[in-house]
């Protein structure tokens, strides 16, 4: 469940994983605050969310980073279980990541344009 190194989508789904990195950084304070989670337990959570994101956006364009990818959307919904506003972000991420996957898979399966008539 990967796409091609050229297809266009595959740097949408690099931002997605840009963005999230930034967003597990910023639920580490809604962790503490809003939830109560213990400082350490918030920056372990939140860190390693945000060192796997890295990760798979490093190794996109290889086959690993892929299944990284869609692991970073599962740890993503999951993180709502130290903090349930991350239910509703994680979500959207994964929805995000979904539908450029799916839009990746479509213009793979297009057809190349001939010359015209």
């Known amino acids: 469940m990967r796409l091609a190194p050229t ?14 990195v930034i967003v597990f950084g910023l639920a580490i304070p809604g962790m503490i605050q809003v939830s109560e989670v213990s400082v350490g337990m918030a920056f372990a ?3 390693a ?3 796997l994101a890295i990760i798979a956006a490093a190794l996109l364009r290889r086959p690993i980073g892929y299944p990284l990818g869609w692991l970073t959307q599962l740890v ?3 993180l709502g279980f130290a903090t349930p506003m991350m239910f509703a ?9 979904v539908v ?6 479509r213009i793979a399966a297009t057809p190349p344009a001939g010359p015209p008539a």
């Not at 972000?89 to 990541?97: K, N, P, T, Y």
Request: proline share 3%; net charge positive.
């Open 7 to 20: 297809n266009p989508m595959g740097r949408a789904m690099l931002s997605i994983l840009g963005f999230e």
């Open 45 to 47: 959570l939140g860190g």
């Open 49 to 51: 969310a945000a060192v």
């Open 76 to 78: 993503a919904i999951a």
């Open 89 to 97: 972000v994680g979500g959207m991420f994964a929805l995000l990541w």
């Open 100 to 105: 450029c996957f799916v839009l990746g898979r």
